[in-house]
């Protein structure tokens, strides 16, 4: 076994030749340049409102130094990504090219993962086949959110940062080793709240190496961690809050009816998923390993235990977590453990494969158990684009033509026969073995980057048509102050993207509920009469420039608009005065239901002109559209399925208000229309794009 076990290394002497930091170094500059490659085709934020949350805050921290959303103090959110952003938006002014910059930041966040997984790997690991954990490491589908501004991009090092730090001190518990290994938590607690589920890993893992000897040898741990709960519970105490506090925008979760059935069964979904996107043989790979853990090296021993405990709890709070929260399969929140189970494939390896028949039945078999356990079918679907990387090459199998029902099917077949070859495949072929899982990820991640780009395309596309998305910071510059009113009545995109790309957008307010993402926003009531706009206090807002959409006309002059998207950039007098509202129309769309109603603040009389438009998808024949006035017909319209049409109506006063119902005929129901594929239940009845008042 010790010829097997050296043979990898003397297969490789040019990887012995060249020092370790030059395998490394060109590691990481070649990982750098492939994720920004694939990063730049993504052209916008997409996973809302994450994305927008992070560049804010990142955007603030390089202006003024403190963590600030929309100008307001959150401890919600984690700050070591934000600060890891912020010379993104210090060096570059237009965001665009901020964008680009916080992507390549990205880029060489993820990549520098390598280096802990490769120190990690030498734990356990001869020199070349740590050098091949690490570029399994850069490899792993969770690279690809380099293109993303999301947490992920720091936790993936730090996490590995951790593992390594975990690894040392179960070897050697000195203070300085459990000091050391306490900051590198907390580090990764200020990036992602997530990393609380390290405690309990620490907590626990002494326990797989020591025994009942745990508490003894290991009571620095035990000690210090005594302390530090102590000191959180005082400290949030005097500050009147809870120590769960602490968890930032995660706290609602603690809050949560969980049970140990619904645990139960994500936790199975999870794993299952994780295997999945780790390509099978790693897990494998780690149960066989555990079999015969007794009596192997302390180093060894330590570097199992600290890969059972921090995958057990990181995958139990994940699958919690979504067992009430998100109903779906959170890939992305605990791909970071899959580095580990790489190291356990290759440890394997190098140890020479041994396959005892039992061990190795039972290590396939969970293997293949816990994949076939997924509901592939019910989980393909747009969520799975953000969270699940590995449903996403099974979703395109669907869209070429493999039945939705054979899908389950096809992953376990493939599932038992890497495993199978796993267990027969000759001990001189072993490094087949991480090659298949390498090239596995390479075939997965070109249906992934697809989904990716289409969703980044889309979202750009449902928030912004200008060719500059800057468009706003180009009219008035990045440093003046733009309101943003969000009626409701168009895609919530608009504002999002809007507000990612422009600096300007600073002030934001709604006039019905609030746009959905959770972030700091105003209620603005309008006077019936004046057209006034105030907040809560019952002060007239002041504003110098305003971008809404067409629904909300207000005093001033448009001097800037996305006329696809209807967003309209006014100038405005100083005094927020909204002159028309509208009623009638379905929250962040165009579409109407069977009645619209239109009216005019403060009017003196003229005409509203409705621009309408069909949809052939929904209507064969033409519609009729009728605007009554004081009762009376004012004015009837007939629009073709493909058409667009102005209806143009006189209007008069009374009391101070111009007031115009349409009703619409005939409507429809997608749901209906479309025999049951389409889930939307509303009655349509058609797009009312604008309204155009002239006194």
Partial sequence: MAVEAAAPGRRLPLVRSVPVWAWLAGLVVVSVAVRYLLARRLVAPWIMVDELTYSDLAKSFAATGHFLLRGHSTGAYGVVYPALLSPAWAFFSRVPQAYAAAKAINSVAMSLAAVPAYFLARRVLSRPLALVAAVLTVAAPLTLYAGMLMTENAFYPIFLLTALATVWWLEEPTWRRTLLVLAAVLLAFLTRAQALALAPALLCAPFLVAGRKALREYRYLYGFSAVAAVLVVVVQAARGASPLGLLGAYEVASHSSYTAEGVAKWLVYHWGDLILAMGVLPFAALVLLLFQSRGRPRTERAFLAATVSLSFWLVLEVAAFASVNSLRIEERNLAYVAPLFFVALLLWIERGAPRPPLPSLGAGGLAVGLVAAVPFASLIGLPAISDTPAILPLWSLVTNGVGLGQIRLLVILAAAGVVVLMLVLPRRFLLALPALVLLYFAVSQSPNDGKYREASAGSLFAGITQAHPDW???????????????????????????????????????????????????????????GYMRDPAGRIVHASYVLTDGSVALAGSVIRSDARKGMLLYRVNGLLRQLSRVAGLYPQDTWSGPEVTYTRLACDGG????ELASDPALFTRPQTVTALVAGRIAGRASVAPAAIVDLKVPVRPASGLCVVRYTVSPTAVPAQVTHGTNPDPRVLGIHFNRFTYRP
């Avoid at 005409?607 to 409705?610: D, I, L, M, N």
């Fill in 472 to 530: 706003i910071d180009r009219a008035v510059g990045a440093d003046a102050r733009v309101a943003v009113i969000w009626s409701g009545n168009t895609d919530r995109y608009s504002i999002w993207e809007n507000e990612f790309f422009n600096r300007s957008l600073r002030d934001f307010y709604f006039t019905q509920a609030p746009l959905s993402g959770d972030l700091p926003e105003t209620a603005l009531a309008v006077d019936r009469q004046s």
């Fill in 607 to 610: 005409s509203v002109t409705a």
